[in-house]
């Protein structure tokens, strides 16, 4: 099993928009990846002690230059977006005595079953967003695990259907 | 017969900000004998009592890196910032924990995460944990477990796996590493 690291970070998350991290898996022409396993981290960086409310989302997608936002939920419709992951922050620094500690890091991981892994074709991409009232420096970082190997025509060919 | 679940533990602490480490989990590997690693958890958590008003962010990875070829500290260099390192062909999985306390009544608390590996992660040798306090002056502690079983594996899927570590000079073989 190989994996592969993708990291996309953001500093600007109030003007919405999209950017587009790709992941590279070196797949020859007759490779397809086996993908077995997800791990996606959001990681929100600080911007001190003030309101502000913000929303993060990335998701990944077999088209490689796929740039929709992923804050807008029917783009994920997409049956090209495989996986979503979004997170979300609100702080109110006016009660501070009663919002005393916030987590600004979410994670999301998904292991599929070894005999019905997720099957790619190309190389894909991560698109990740945020919209806040103030800018929060953002880190997406999602690994993928996955195995290679030789692809039939037929295997080839439903990857592309997929795609559409 | 199911292969026997093994566990092994570290504590990692780091004092200052922007301070680094690496550490292996030293378990013993034969020289045949491959990893699977199935699964890991992590807790990233202030081992300072005293609630301060401030940022904190720490991060810990597991690398695949051999501590004999690459010294410590270029490895524990590999993570932090610009964060894009952490797509290093030998760090293989990662945790970050970022929190901050609002008021100085408040409690640090931890982040706590399990990943199950399902399939197993194999390795041809024994991981380390980089551990990186970023931005927190308070000592910060990570603590690790990975659990694993071993297998024995020929010699082209050992040459296989240490040449999917494409940054990394080849061992000869695992080598065995006293607990």
Redesign the interface.
């Known amino acids: 099993m190989e994996w592969k690291t993708d990291v996309v970070a953001i500093t600007d998350t109030t003007s919405a928009t999209p950017v587009n991290g790709e992941f590279d898996l070196d797949l020859l022409p007759d490779e397809i990846a086996e993908i077995v396993g997800i791990h996606s981290q959001i990681d929100a960086g600080d911007v001190g002690k003030i309101d502000n409310v913000g929303q993060l989302g990335m998701y990944l997608s077999m088209d490689p230059d796929a740039d929709d936002d992923p804050l807008v939920m029917g783009k994920l419709e997409d049956l090209e977006v495989f996986f979503t992951h979004h997170f979300s922050i609100g702080v109110n620094a006016v009660t501070a005595a009663s919002v005393m500690w916030q987590s600004r890091t979410s994670t999301r991981d998904i292991w599929l079953p070894d005999k019905h892994p997720l099957l790619i074709g190309t190389n894909f991409s991560q698109v990740v967003n945020g919209a806040s009232t103030v800018d929060i420096l953002t880190a997406f970082m999602t690994t993928i695990y996955f195995r290679r190997r030789r692809a039939s025509q037929a295997d080839l060919a439903n990857i592309l259907l997929k795609r559409r | 017969m199911k292969p026997m679940w093994m566990r092994k533990g570290l504590v990692v602490a780091a004092s200052a900000a922007n301070e680094r480490s690496t550490t292996s989990f030293k378990v013993s590997l034969g020289p045949q004998e491959v990893m699977e690693l199935r699964r890991v958890t992590f807790s990233l958590y202030s081992s300072d009592p005293s609630?301060t008003?401030a940022?904190h962010?720490t991060m810990a990875a597991l690398s695949s890196a051999d501590l004999e070829v690459e010294t410590n500290l270029s490895i524990a260099a590999a993570i932090g910032t610009?964060?894009?390192v952490?797509?290093?062909?030998d760090?293989?999985?990662?945790?970050?924990?970022?929190?901050?306390?609002?008021?100085a009544?408040?409690?640090?608390?931890g982040?706590y995460?399990t990943?199950?590996?399902?399939?197993?992660?194999?390795l041809p040798r024994t991981p380390s944990l980089v551990f990186y306090n970023q931005?927190s002056a308070d000592a910060q502690v990570v603590d690790c477990v990975i659990y694993y079983t071993k297998r024995i594996a020929n010699r082209d899927e050992i040459i296989k796996l240490m040449k999917?570590y494409k940054s990394i000079k080849p061992a000869s073989v695992p080598r065995v590493i006293d607990e």
């Open positions: 609630p008003v940022f962010r610009p964060r894009a952490f797509a290093r062909p760090l293989f999985l990662f945790s970050q924990a970022s929190m901050r306390v609002l008021d009544t408040g409690v640090v608390k982040f995460e990943v199950y590996l399902d399939p197993p992660i194999v931005n999917q």
